[in-house]
């Protein structure tokens, strides 16, 4: 069959990219789909289950630090986008390990980056029709105060973490092919995503299934810190609309103008959780137990979303009450996928089938 364009998606079996490999998969038959992923511990086939007999959908097991494969199948499948997700995404295991980040997210992404200019410089009409998408966070602008600033496209970059840090030193050199050998590149930077699939050493699954088995909530500190909070789908739709029409070149934030105190959230978490399992108002507030706050923890993150708003006309469509209530309910409703995640049943099973790739 022949596919009008092949796109290939890093680290589409994580959370994010598991919704925008989804997204593109049904919304562009003519594309093919290529979702190349190492499987670590953040990848579950499972998550794209209901797509993958698609036939624009195709899964390659690589890792995005082996330069050599990864030419190979940029060259093999005549890629012309690469919509770069793949990392390491846990701030908390950066902060044990930070090697790991950076051999990923710094030097995977620089050898990517050198796969895609070798053999697109040597194809035959160049950089034409090629773009290099690679999504960042908003933590490498570092933090705000407790006031109404926000983190533009020009803020300066102030990465505190080791996984800011290694993301951020990723955008730099995603900015440098660009400027120095005219790589048609686009960087996002996107405040948190929320929603289903997300592996669940992250803030909202966590709580839900601690909620939901009646085990403690850990909340770092008073749980002061404020992050913006986004609908992974609406992060999928940004980077769909960012991939057709943005600029090569431009950066663009994407946030959801939806500012939270980490203790509000988990009162809204135990809410909904508590409403949707059928107990009385406010049982799983005593599971709250406030923990030493994370080493170098940023105050605020808040995003100013309004060039992308402005440009392309996008918004978040879903409002943080709606999104929530989703999200908790895909949880609840899902706990086979909880169940296989957690006890690791997911890694053993998609393991094995591609041992050999
Ligand atoms: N989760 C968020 O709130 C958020 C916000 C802004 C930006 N981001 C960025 O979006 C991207 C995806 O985040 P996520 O939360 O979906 O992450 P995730 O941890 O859920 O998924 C990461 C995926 O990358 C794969 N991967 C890791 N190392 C790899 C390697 N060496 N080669 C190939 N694949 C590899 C994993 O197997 C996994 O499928 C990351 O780049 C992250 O920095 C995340």
Redesign the pocket.
């Known amino acids: 069959m022949n596919f009008e364009r092949n796109i290939i998606v890093?680290?589409?079996?994580?959370?994010?990219?598991?919704h925008v490999v989804r997204r593109l998969v049904r919304n562009y038959p003519a594309y093919r789909i290529i979702n190349?992923?190492?499987?670590?511990?953040?990848?579950?086939l499972e998550n794209l289950k209901d797509i993958e007999n698609e036939p624009n959908y195709l899964f390659e097991r690589?890792?995005?630090?082996d330069h050599e494969k990864m030419s190979r199948l940029i060259s093999r499948y005549n890629v012309s986008g690469i919509i770069?997700?793949?990392?390491?995404?846990?701030v908390d295991r950066s902060i044990r390990d930070p090697f790991t980040f950076a051999?990923?997210?710094v030097m995977?992404t620089l050898s990517l980056l050198q796969s895609a200019r070798n053999i697109w410089e040597q194809s035959p009409d160049g950089y034409h029709g090629k773009l290099f998408y690679h999504?960042?966070?908003?933590?490498v602008y570092g933090a705000l105060p407790f006031d109404s600033s926000l983190f533009t496209e020009s803020t300066p970059y102030s990465p505190h973490s080791p996984?800011s840090a290694s993301?951020a030193s990723s955008d730099h050199f995603v900015r440098a092919f660009h400027d120095t050998y005219g790589l048609p590149a686009i960087i996002t930077?996107?405040?948190?995503?929320?929603g289903p699939y997300?592996?669940p050493e992250?803030l909202i699954p966590l709580f839900i299934n601690n909620i939901r088995q009646g085990k403690p909530l850990p909340v770092y500190g008073e749980g002061l810190n404020v992050r913006d909070w986004l609908y992974v789908e609406d992060?999928a739709r940004a980077i769909d609309l960012i991939f057709h029409k943005g600029t090569p070149g431009d950066t663009y934030n994407i946030g959801g103008f939806n500012e939270k105190r980490n203790i509000d959230l988990v009162h809204s978490l135990i809410a909904v959780t508590d409403r949707l399992l059928g107990r009385p108002q406010g049982a799983s507030l005593p599971l709250i137990t406030h923990v030493t706050d994370r080493k170098g923890h940023d105050l605020r993150y808040a995003i100013d979303a309004s060039k992308l708003q402005r440009e392309l006309g996008w918004t978040p469509s879903l409002q943080f009450e709606e999104g929530l209530e989703r999200t908790v309910r895909w949880y609840l409703d899902n706990e086979e996928w909880m169940e296989r995640v957690t006890s690791g049943a997911y890694e053993n099973y998609y393991r094995e089938m591609y041992a050999d790739r």
């Not at 890093?10 to 598991?18: E, L, R």
């Not at 770069?84 to 846990?90: D, T, Y």
């Not at 930077?189 to 929320?194: E, I, L, R, T, V």
């Open positions: 890093t680290g589409g079996a994580g959370f994010i990219g598991s190349v992923d190492l499987l670590t511990y953040a990848g579950n690589a890792d995005i630090c770069h997700l793949a990392a390491e995404s846990h051999c990923t997210n995977g999504i960042s966070t908003d933590e996984y993301k930077n996107c405040s948190n995503n929320y997300q592996f992250k992060h």
